[in-house]
C-alpha cells in the first residue's frame, strides 16, 4: 500500500540553526499538507502545496512540493524554541480523495 | 463552537472494559475522521464520516471498535472489551467538504487500558 516515510525521525538544534524534515511518497500525490504537534497537543494544519515544483512560505518556514508529485520538505530558518514539535506530512491515501496517509513525523527539539 | 471539542480528555479503564469518546465538529463541517496515535507515531486512519453517506470503516483494527455519527454531528467512537494495545490517543478531525483538504483536530482522547 501507500507510504509516506519521513526523515529525519528526530532533529535538535541549537536556537538559530536551520532545520529541514523530508517526505517521501511511493506513490504521486494530488496534493501534499504539512501539520504541527506541540507536545501534549494535537496536530494543527500548516499548508497544502498542490502544484508540481511548488514553494511557499509562511515567514521562517519554506515548504516545497517536488516536481515528480512524489516528495515534499519543510526548511525552518533559524529555529527559535517556539518550534518545537512534530512535523507530519500527509498524502491522500491510496487515490482517494479525502482520506489522508499520515508520515511518522519528524520530532524537532530546540536547545535555547 | 470555535474548533472541535473531544471528550473525556483521559480515559483510564480496565482490560475487558467497554469505552466510548466523543467528537463533536466544528458545526457545518460535515466530513469527520478519527484517528489513532499511539506514543511517538504518526496517524493511523480508523473512520471517516460524510454527511449521510456510509462511513468508510477501513482502518478500524478490529471488530471490537465501531463508530456512529448521528444527526451527521456529534461522533461516539466505541471499543469494546478494550486491550491493552488499545492505550493510545484518539484524535477527531472535521474538515468542511469531502474532498481532502484542511482537517481540524480535537485535542484527543488519551486512553489507558491498565
Known amino acids: 500500500g501507500q507510504q509516506v516515510m519521513q526523515i529525519p525521525q528526530y532533529q535538535h538544534v541549537q536556537e538559530g540553526e536551520d532545520f529541514t524534515t523530508y517526505c517521501n511518497s511511493s506513490?504521486?500525490?494530488?496534493?501534499i499538507q504539512w501539520y504541527k504537534q506541540r507536545p501534549g497537543g494535537h496536530p494543527v494544519f500548516l499548508i497544502q502545496?498542490?502544484?508540481?515544483?511548488e514553494v511557499k512560505k509562511q515567514k521562517r518556514l519554506t515548504f516545497q512540493f517536488g516536481e515528480a508529485k512524489k516528495n515534499s520538505s519543510l526548511h525552518i530558518t533559524a529555529t527559535q524554541t517556539t518550534d518545537v514539535g512534530t512535523y507530519f506530512c500527509a498524502g491522500p491515501r491510496g487515490g482517494s480523495n479525502y482520506k489522508l496517509t499520515f508520515g511518522k513525523g519528524t520530532l524537532l527539539t530546540v536547545n535555547p | 463552537g470555535a474548533g472541535v471539542s473531544q471528550s473525556p480528555s483521559n480515559k483510564v479503564t480496565e482490560k475487558g472494559k467497554d469505552v466510548e469518546l466523543r467528537c463533536d465538529p466544528i458545526?457545518?463541517?460535515?466530513?469527520l475522521y478519527w484517528y489513532r496515535q499511539s506514543l511517538g507515531q504518526g496517524l493511523e486512519f480508523l473512520i471517516y464520516?460524510?454527511?449521510?453517506?456510509?462511513?468508510?470503516k477501513s482502518g478500524l483494527p478490529s471488530d471490537r471498535f465501531s463508530a456512529e455519527r448521528t444527526g451527521g454531528s456529534v461522533s461516539t467512537l466505541t471499543i469494546q472489551r478494550t486491550q491493552q494495545e488499545d492505550s493510545a490517543v484518539y484524535l477527531c478531525a472535521s474538515s468542511l467538504a469531502a474532498v481532502v483538504e484542511t482537517q481540524y483536530f480535537g485535542p484527543g482522547t488519551r486512553l489507558l487500558v491498565l
Open positions: 506513490t504521486t500525490l494530488s496534493n
Open positions: 502545496l498542490v502544484k508540481s515544483g
Open positions: 464520516f460524510q454527511g449521510n453517506s456510509a462511513p468508510d
Open positions: 458545526s457545518g463541517h460535515t466530513a
